[in-house]
């Protein structure tokens, strides 16, 4: 084996692992409960009323957000037809940014806001079902609208002008957009599906208890994993099953041809009904980025408290970041060995994407208690690596992100210049250094810009695994949530959001700097 | 009648279409050559209504279709149109994608109209087949059928015949020729092959740069 195939391998199978580390602790802990006959199997299978309900509830709930999600993004992007290609690049720049803000801020804003329209609308519920689905839904919002219109992309724009000379714009939507986009539109409901599924922190804010808290509250209880991993299993066949089904359109969706590239000559004409909905669809957006922006900077109070706040959490803030930075460096050298897994055809690739995708359908406490089992096991307690628990649940959770990201870069790439590469170049790190690198410097950047954001937003398994004396600015705020004054939350939701457009932004420049134009165009 | 009257289409700063006059008149035939990236297909797009003209008008029948600020839309303009590709919509089987384009018939309307088109392009024993389970010679039959289903006034063809061996191109040609002839339409056919384009039989439009350089009308 030559040694660039053995150092591929050895990172790809050592991602593999890692991705499945919190599945195979949670199976040994199950085992050996099994064995010792102290894990109650029923609890899986047998559910109480409230169990059931909870699970019909939270999988509604998602199934309703994804949805509604879906349709306003849906309509929403039958708007953007008209846009022109630089500023639809723009607004696809900008959603992606709103989409990467942490879904408790989001919630935090929502909560004030609708505190703020009960002075106006006194019977306006504050907590419960429905306040919680239009949080979620609208918390979500950016990513379903950014979703449903790569899934828009994917189809073949002939396709869709060879519909247009011989019926309407609508029924052409409705014909040939929609039915050759299901497979996309399909894997753009999932991931939103997952995301509402396996997230608590919207709904606890609101008061509706879900199942994914409820896995956290049980692994409080019991302190036993076995037992919350069968307490979690009824989920975790809904959201293994999602994934599985839509697997397929997700990797469709990842390898669409046609990203950035055709726009309409003559954008599509709608009736005035439908011109009426995609102007509700723009409205709840905009509505959307107000209360987000607006909530933070007016509940964060003057300049004064607002640097106070941030200063009070500077530590959380340093260890955040160094967090974040860690999951940079540990994720991409893995992800860009995964990825050249997922590009494989037939059984192998199937099997590496599936693999790839099974965090995503694990709720995030679930991950990280299966964490804490690993580290528990005998002989293994020593070379756990308590400190930086927080940065390898979040590889384990977002890395697979950054495996799919420069998947679809290196399908861009011709392989032809890899080739040329081989022959042309010194030796093989000349090769690397000088070729292969920067041919995915686009794929590295946007991983490391997605690996920031989201582990800064990490809350679910980083509650679990985090060490004494050690708390992420997202535990901070979770925790001031409940406790803390209004301002201090505010103020720190605010910093997260800044640094989250920072991260977006930051990204965008080093793209636009690496590409010399609009980089979603070639990206 | 179609008439473009000083067309412009710009894609960026680079001019696709550079101020382009033509008439066409009803059931002509006419060859468009030129080399590729000269600007023809963006001229057809502009003519089917899928582009919008910068400056310039076309008319049809003495009505505005295209300007800057007025353009009809693509499916009232009675044209038919064959794709390089055949873009045939993969998620309809043969016999859908031709009806798709008759949704103003009733559906008795709609089967025989079908029927008979399929039976013309002798491709009626596909009918139930998707467009990834015919060959590539079918699948431009299936394109012709369903740019002819709705009886167009005007069938534009965007070098319909590429990646097709000789033979089959030859056979294929005859065929588009016959069924227009018997449709009655005017047509305009996009091609970078010269023998193609005397094969049509009518006019020689010579196009290049975005610009008409001859024209044999």
């Known amino acids: ?523 | 009648m179609i008439v473009l009257d000083n067309v412009s289409r710009n894609y960026g700063s680079f001019p696709a279409v550079d101020r382009v006059s033509l008439v066409i008149p009803d059931h002509a035939r006419i060859a468009l050559l030129g080399p590729s990236g000269s600007g023809k297909t963006t001229l057809l797009r502009l003519i089917a209504g899928l582009e919008v003209p910068d400056s310039g008008t076309i008319t049809m029948n003495g009505r505005l279709v295209s300007s800057r600020d007025v353009m009809v839309p693509p499916s009232e303009r009675s044209i038919g149109f064959v794709f390089q590709s055949g873009a045939l919509w993969p998620h309809m089987t043969v016999e859908e994608n031709i009806r798709f384009a008759l949704a103003d018939l009733s559906v008795a309307g709609q089967e025989q109209r079908t029927r008979s088109l399929m039976a013309r392009m002798g491709i009626l024993p596909l009918g139930k087949r998707y467009p990834d389970q015919i060959s590539g010679g079918e699948a431009r039959r299936v394109a012709l059928a369903r740019a002819l289903a709705p009886g167009p006034a005007t069938l534009l063809f965007d070098e319909p015949l590429t990646n097709l061996d000789r033979p089959l191109r030859e056979e294929l040609l005859v065929l588009i020729l016959d069924a227009v002839r018997e449709a009655g339409s005017c047509m305009v056919y996009v091609t970078h092959d010269e023998d193609e384009a005397e094969t049509i039989g009518g006019s020689i439009i010579r196009f290049d740069r975005g610009a008409i350089q001859s024209d044999g009308i």
């Open chain 1, 1 to 523: 084996m030559r040694p660039e195939t053995a150092i591929l391998s050895s990172a790809t199978g050592l991602f593999f692992f890692l991705l499945l580390c919190p599945v195979i602790g949670l199976f040994i802990d199950l085992v050996s409960a099994l064995l010792a006959g102290s894990a109650d199997v029923t609890v899986a299978f047998l559910l109480s009323s409230r169990r059931a309900w909870l699970l019909i509830a939270s999988t509604g709930l998602a199934a309703a957000v994804a949805g509604s999600g879906l349709l306003i993004g849906i309509l929403f992007n039958a708007a953007l037809f008209r846009v022109q290609k630089r500023h639809l690049s723009i607004i696809l720049l900008l959603l992606l940014a709103l989409a990467g803000i942490p879904l408790y801020i989001n919630a935090l804003t929502w909560s004030e806001a609708v505190q703020a329209a009960r002075t106006v609308l006194p019977g306006l519920p504050a907590t419960g079902w429905l306040i919680s689905f239009w949080a979620e839904l609208m918390a979500l919002l950016p990513l379903s609208v950014f979703l449903t219109w790569v899934a828009f992309a994917s189809v073949d724009i002939r396709l869709v002008d060879a519909g247009r000379l011989v019926r309407s714009d609508i029924a052409v939507i409705r014909e040939i957009i929609l039915p050759l986009a299901a497979p996309s539109l399909g894997a753009a409901f999932a991931f939103v599906f997952l995301i509402c599924c396996t997230d608590y922190s919207v709904p606890s804010l609101f008061g509706a208890d879900v199942f994914a808290l409820d896995i956290f509250a049980q692994f409080s209880a019991s302190n036993s994993p076995a037992q919350a991993f069968l307490y979690a299993l009824p989920l975790l066949i809904v959201t293994l099953a999602v994934m599985i089904a839509c697997r397929s359109g997700i990797r469709t969706l990842a390898q669409t041809p046609n990203w950035f590239s055709a726009r309409f000559g003559n954008p599509p004409a709608f009736p005035v009904w439908f011109s009426v909905l995609q102007a509700a669809a723009i409205l709840l957006l905009t509505i959307q980025i107000l209360v987000l922006f607006l909530g933070l900077i007016l509940a964060a109070g003057s300049p004064g408290a607002f640097f106070t706040s941030v200063a009070m959490a500077r530590d959380e803030l340093a260890y955040s970041l160094l967090t974040a930075v860690l999951v940079i460096i540990i994720s991409l050298p893995l992800a860009l060995a995964a990825a050249q897994e997922l590009l494989r055809p037939g059984f192998r690739g199937a099997a590496a994407w599936i693999i790839v995708l099974i965090p995503l359908a694990v709720p995030a406490p679930l991950i990280g208690i299966g964490m804490i089992t690993i580290g528990n096991l005998p002989g293994l307690s020593a070379l756990y690596p308590v400190t930086i628990m927080p940065a390898i649940v979040s590889v384990i959770r977002f890395a697979p992100f950054a495996a799919i990201v420069l998947f679809i870069q290196m399908r861009f790439i011709d392989p032809l210049l890899f080739d040329a590469a081989a022959v042309f170049a010194r030796n093989r790190t000349d090769a690397w250094a000088r070729i292969h690198l920067p041919l995915l410097a686009p794929g590295l950047v946007v991983s490391a810009g997605i690996l920031a954001a989201l582990t800064l937003a990490e809350l679910g398994a980083t509650l679990i695994v985090s060490p004494p004396g050690h708390a992420t600015i997202t535990m901070r705020i979770y925790n001031y949530l409940h406790y803390g004054s209004s301002s201090d939350v505010a103020g720190l939701c605010l910093m997260v959001t800044v640094l989250t457009l920072v991260a977006c932004a930051g990204t965008i420049i080093t793209l636009r700097w690496m590409t010399g134009s609009v980089p979603i165009i070639n990206g």
